[in-house]
């Protein structure tokens, strides 16, 4: 029993490494950082460096299949967005190793926004009013068709990387060119989508697919985020809402999806009808929570790959709640700054278990900043990077 675990520098990979472990199998740690905090764990069993995916891809896939044979490995999770890369050498990598994951082909329509209003239409889901200019000339028009709020959002961004809401119809193209500035965007197939802000509550689901049959779902609830209003969760709560299950539960069988997938849902305040957001066609940011609610999705994935199909998961304990404490305490000035006071005071005394502590494994709570701390002085953000691949 051995699993390959990518990008073990995240938190993430952390979480999948240590639910694999503990379960006997052993758990073979990889990223293009040397100090990756996985590699520091006990439930590592080993580990290699590769290189980058995003400058190297070739390189990338080649360095993972060489690693594949020489240890024996049997099936390949990856945890982020390195995944998307290995997915286009999909074909390749199934005559090595059981890789568990969507086409390539899926997970881009699903992963840019632009295109997810069309694979919403097809299958019946309802996505906010959206508009993708290929020109800033083409915003004056625009502005009269859409209803204020609205959100700006990167094709491909995730954890509200990018995103911006504009409240004033004037502001729309002043912001606009921010983002495409801030981001360095040229190319008119990646100009930014502008899109209707809904009021509502914004749910949570997680989903595991055997070729479009669902297997395991969990919802949760973002109670505190970093940054901190918007982006990752560093609190959630298990909570788990019908019409945001059905919505995401519809549009990933109607692509025959295989694997892992995320969504965020928001139900509309007046109406009670769920829209979708967003989608990743990946492990998401509290995973930690469905799992210790009794969700394994990292020993789900892999049975699954192993046996070909497993019994849906039904049970788990509900209403627990999970903190990601370095993104918690990264978002501590973000929310003194807006003067809200019970989450700055939450933040402060919360005695939620946290995703990548434990006592007697704590090298890597204690590295986990490393990668973080480094890209803050490289480029002046500890916020992730949006990829492109």
Same mark, same amino acid.
């Given at each position: 029993?051995?699993?390959?675990?990518?990008?073990? #520098?995240? $938190?993430? !990979? &952390?979480?999948?490494?240590?639910?694999?472990?503990?379960?006997?199998?052993?758990?073979?740690?990889?990223?293009?950082?040397?100090?990756?905090?996985? *590699?520091?764990?006990? &439930?590592? +069993?080993?580990?290699? +460096?590769?290189?980058?995916?995003?400058?190297?891809?070739?390189?990338?896939?080649?360095?993972?299949?060489?690693?594949?044979?020489?240890?024996?490995?049997?099936?390949?999770?990856?945890?982020?967005?390195?995944?998307?890369?290995?997915?286009? &050498?999909?074909?390749? /990598?199934?005559?090595?190793?059981?890789?568990?994951?969507?086409?390539?082909?899926?997970?881009?329509?699903?992963?840019?926004?632009?295109? /997810?209003?069309?694979?919403?239409?097809?299958?019946?889901?309802?996505?906010?009013?959206?508009?993708?200019? $290929?020109?800033?000339?083409?915003?004056?028009?625009?502005?009269?068709?859409?209803?204020?709020?609205?959100?700006?959002? /990167? $094709?491909?961004?995730?954890?509200?990387? %990018?995103?911006?809401?504009?409240?004033?119809?004037?502001?729309?193209?002043? !912001?606009?060119?921010?983002?495409? #500035?801030? *981001?360095?965007?040229?190319?008119?197939?990646?100009?930014?989508?502008?899109?209707?802000? @809904?009021?509502?509550?914004?749910?949570?689901?997680?989903?595991?697919?055997?070729?479009?049959?669902?297997?395991?779902?969990? =919802?949760?609830?973002?109670?505190?985020?970093?940054?901190?209003? #918007? %982006?990752? %969760? +560093?609190?959630?709560?298990?909570?788990?809402?019908? $019409?945001?299950?059905?919505?995401?539960?519809?549009?990933?069988?109607?692509?025959?999806?295989?694997?892992? @997938?995320?969504?965020?849902?928001? @139900?509309?305040?007046?109406? =009670?009808?769920?829209?979708?957001?967003?989608?990743?066609?990946?492990?998401?940011?509290? /995973?930690?929570?469905?799992?210790?609610?009794?969700?394994?999705?990292?020993?789900?994935?892999?049975?699954?790959?192993?046996?070909?199909?497993?019994?849906?998961?039904?049970?788990?304990?509900? %209403?627990?709640? !999970?903190?990601?404490? #370095?993104?918690?305490? !990264?978002?501590?000035?973000?929310?003194?700054?807006?003067?809200?006071?019970?989450?700055?005071?939450?933040?402060?005394?919360?005695?939620?278990? +946290?995703?990548?502590?434990?006592?007697?494994?704590?090298?890597? *709570?204690?590295?986990?900043?490393?990668?973080?701390? @480094?890209?803050?002085?490289?480029?002046?953000?500890?916020?992730?990077?949006?990829?492109?691949?």
């Amino acid at each position: 029993m051995s699993v390959l675990v990518t990008h073990a #520098h995240n $938190r993430l !990979a &952390y979480c999948v490494t240590r639910c694999l472990a503990k379960h006997g199998i052993r758990v073979t740690c990889a990223s293009d950082f040397p100090l990756a905090a996985c *590699f520091f764990s006990r &439930y590592c +069993t080993d580990h290699f +460096t590769y290189p980058s995916p995003w400058k190297h891809p070739d390189q990338f896939v080649q360095k993972i299949i060489d690693e594949i044979e020489k240890r024996d490995i049997e099936v390949l999770m990856p945890v982020h967005h390195e995944g998307f890369i290995l997915a286009k &050498y999909k074909d390749t /990598l199934d005559r090595h190793v059981l890789f568990p994951y969507p086409a390539y082909s899926k997970i881009d329509a699903v992963s840019d926004k632009a295109r /997810l209003i069309e694979i919403a239409a097809k299958a019946g889901v309802r996505i906010p009013k959206t508009i993708t200019p $290929r020109a800033i000339d083409q915003l004056e028009e625009a502005k009269s068709s859409l209803r204020f709020p609205v959100r700006i959002k /990167l $094709r491909r961004g995730h954890g509200g990387i %990018g995103m911006s809401l504009v409240k004033e119809e004037s502001d729309l193209i002043p !912001a606009y060119q921010k983002t495409l #500035h801030k *981001f360095n965007i040229s190319l008119q197939e990646e100009y930014p989508i502008i899109q209707e802000h @809904i009021e509502g509550k914004e749910m949570y689901v997680g989903m595991l697919f055997n070729h479009g049959k669902l297997k395991a779902k969990f =919802g949760h609830f973002k109670i505190r985020t970093y940054p901190a209003g #918007h %982006g990752s %969760g +560093t609190l959630s709560i298990q909570l788990e809402d019908p $019409r945001a299950t059905k919505t995401l539960h519809k549009l990933a069988k109607s692509l025959n999806w295989h694997g892992i @997938i995320s969504g965020s849902i928001i @139900i509309e305040e007046n109406t =009670g009808t769920p829209y979708i957001i967003d989608i990743n066609p990946r492990f998401w940011g509290p /995973l930690f929570l469905a799992i210790i609610s009794g969700v394994e999705f990292p020993y789900l994935l892999y049975q699954m790959a192993k046996s070909g199909d497993i019994k849906p998961a039904s049970q788990y304990t509900k %209403g627990l709640q !999970a903190r990601w404490l #370095h993104g918690d305490l !990264a978002s501590l000035p973000g929310y003194i700054q807006r003067k809200d006071w019970n989450q700055t005071l939450g933040i402060l005394t919360c005695r939620a278990p +946290t995703d990548s502590w434990e006592s007697h494994d704590p090298i890597p *709570f204690f590295t986990l900043p490393i990668y973080n701390l @480094i890209q803050l002085i490289r480029i002046g953000t500890m916020q992730p990077l949006i990829e492109k691949y």
